[in-house]
Structures are given as C-alpha cells and as structure tokens.
C-alpha cells in the first residue's frame, strides 16, 4: 500500500452533535458528541477500518461521511474520477448527484434493502436506470455481469429476494452496490448477521472485488477477527473519537493505546473478538456527559491525574514493524512508555 499517494478520501475534523432539549422537569438538556472531530484518510484501494464498542460513533462516522445524515461540522474531501478534489459536507443533493455512482454503501441487513416485489435482476438494474441508462440489452449485460461476480448464476436473475439465504442476499445487495462502478464503498457491520462460515466467504469476495474493481473500503465493525482478516489500516473508536490508528497488522501485534490494549487483552482468542462493553472494566460515559480529560480515564490502568485534566490529542509515531518505520497515531499522553512497556514484555 502507498501511502504516499494521493487519498481518495480525507475526512477533517468531521463532527456529529445533537442537542438534547430537557423536558419542563429534566434537567438533562445539552449537546450530544456522537461524533467529536474524527479525521482519517482511505487511500485508493485501501480499506480502512474503524472499530469500537457499540455507540462509539463509528456507524454515525459512515453514515455522515456519505451524507446520509448531514454533519454539524469538518470536511470530507473526495477525490473524483473528474480529478476534482470536493469537499462533500457543504453540498445539496443536487450538487452530489453526479458524484452519487462513485460512492455506495453496504449494508448489515441487505434484505430490508431489495424490495420484495422486485426480480434480482430489476433490484440490480434499478441504480442504473437512476442513472440515466434505459438501453435493456447493455442493463442486462451489466446485472448478468455483476451476479457472476459474486458467485451467484445468471440463472438467479430471474427469482425474487425471498428465494435467497442470508448470504445469498448480502451477496445480492453487493452486486447492486457495484453495479454503477463506485470508488469508495462504506460497509457497516456488513458481515455481522451471518454466520461466521458465510462471513468469511462474503469477506473473501469483498477482498477480491476490491482489487478486481480498484475500490476502496471504510469498514466498520465490531468484530476484531473480521477487522483483522479485511483491514489495512484500523481506526479504533471511543466515544465519539479516534484513539488510535495503525496497520492493521502493527496494531494487533503491539497496541499502542490502552483503550485498543484493553480490547485486544480482554478477548484472548481473536475468533471470539466480538466487542463486548460488558467484558471491560468499568462503564461507557456518558456521551451527553464525558468525562474531562482523557473520555478513557475511568477505565484506563494507566491513568495519571494528568489523564483526568488534560485531553490528548491523537499524535503521530514513528513504530519499526517488520524491519520498516511506519507512521502510527495514538490519542494516549503516555504512549512512548506503553511502547516500551510492550518492547519489555516482548523481550
Ligand atoms: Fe489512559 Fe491517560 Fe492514556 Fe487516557 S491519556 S489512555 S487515561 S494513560
């Protein structure tokens, strides 16, 4: 992976706020930071993970990124085919349309998504209608095409959703993702309701489509094995912020945040790394009241009384993984001593 080149999406600063209105006899009005200034790049051909425990924000950062929900605040900065740099968050519905086709979704429960009443092979021309083209032959060309690309027959064309397993379905609701030849796809928990050996076929086509079809990733999940099996590079989420990003690889071998440690040391076999709140020490804030200084320090061995002050920022570092220095960032004050703390361990 060059990380050299030029990112196909830069997200800066991005923010997701609710205010919160108090009843006449509550007292709990304020903001809400679902989301609370999370950067990150996608490189072309890259896909980049972010991981949490459930209501960290990271389906909110996915669904604000593509502008399902609008975001209070930040930039997300695409890359076009044009060669066009655009920043997405300020835009109207009518300005995205051309832009529409080259960013897609993948969703957890692709049945809710294919209308029932519709053939496969009209659920997957219909992105393509939208989009102007009316010719049967070439629409029928393309959904004959994409089935075949993941795994399923031509044959299938013809027969409604409900004929399909749930593998089979996730299947479907991927061919119609890319069927108008998006870039970037964002896949939210996209492998979680099924079975871990359907999972890991979908995980295999998702792997080859994205080399097949040069496209980049932001996966998210909650599982650490499927993060570790698809990722390059993980973002790991804490309330409504990134903790730490890393190769994926680095970032199993040597975590640098305790929030990611915790994770990792919590859950010993990493088949069994489904994140479970209830398997770490201590409770999730409060999102509507965080806690000062470190969101991590009520639950953090670490912490110092400068953790419960002073908000760190998510700095780079330099790590040495595999014989070549690579760029990690981590949102610890103290992350050279856990690095070291690490190396003594490892020694
Ligand atoms: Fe723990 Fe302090 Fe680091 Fe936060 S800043 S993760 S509380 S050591």
Redesign the pocket.
């Known amino acids: 992976m060059d990380y050299n080149t030029t990112p196909l999406v830069e997200v800066e600063g991005l923010q997701m706020h609710f205010s919160m209105k108090g009843g006449a006899f509550s007292r709990r009005a304020g903001v809400i930071k679902a989301v609370d200034g999370v950067s990150f790049k996608v490189f072309p051909n890259e896909t980049f993970g972010l991981v949490g425990e459930s209501g960290c924000g990271k389906t909110t950062v996915g669904r604000a990124v593509l502008k399902a929900i609008e975001p209070t605040g930040g930039k997300v900065i695409f890359d076009s085919k044009s060669g066009k740099k655009i920043n997405l968050v300020p835009m109207t519905s009518d300005e995205l349309r051309p832009y529409r086709q080259e960013v897609q979704m993948i969703f957890q429960d692709p049945y809710s998504s294919l209308s029932p009443r519709m053939t496969i092979q009209e659920i997957l021309e219909e992105p393509l209608r939208l989009a102007g083209h009316t010719d049967k032959e070439y629409l029928f060309e393309q959904a004959k095409h994409m089935i075949e690309q993941v795994d399923l027959r031509s044959s299938h064309l013809m027969r409604y959703p409900h004929a399909f397993s749930g593998g089979q379905r996730q299947r479907i609701g991927i061919a119609r993702s890319l069927i108008t030849h998006p870039r970037f796809i964002v896949a939210d928990e996209a492998v979680s309701a099924l079975d871990v050996s359907v999972q890991a076929q979908i995980l295999e086509i998702l792997a080859e489509l994205k080399d097949k079809m040069n496209l980049s990733y932001l996966f998210i999940s909650h599982d650490l094995s499927v993060i570790k099996y698809i990722c390059d590079r993980v973002g790991v989420m804490y309330l409504g912020r990134i903790?730490e990003v890393a190769e994926t690889d680095a970032l199993f071998h040597r975590p640098l945040?305790?929030?990611t440690e915790a994770l990792m040391y919590a859950i010993p076999d990493i088949n069994e790394r489904q994140i479970r709140s209830d398997i770490l020490a201590g409770e999730i804030p409060d999102a509507a009241n965080p806690p000062p200084?470190?969101?991590?320090?009520n639950r953090?061995?670490?912490?110092?009384d400068?953790?419960?002050t002073?908000v760190?920022a998510l700095r780079e570092f330099t790590d040495t993984f595999n014989g070549k220095e690579i760029l990690r960032e981590s949102?610890?004050?103290?992350?050279e001593d856990?690095y070291y703390k690490h190396d003594e361990e490892i020694v």
């Open positions: 903790v945040h305790p929030y200084g470190c969101a991590f320090h953090c061995k670490y912490a110092t400068k953790c419960r002073e760190p949102a610890c004050h103290f992350v856990i």
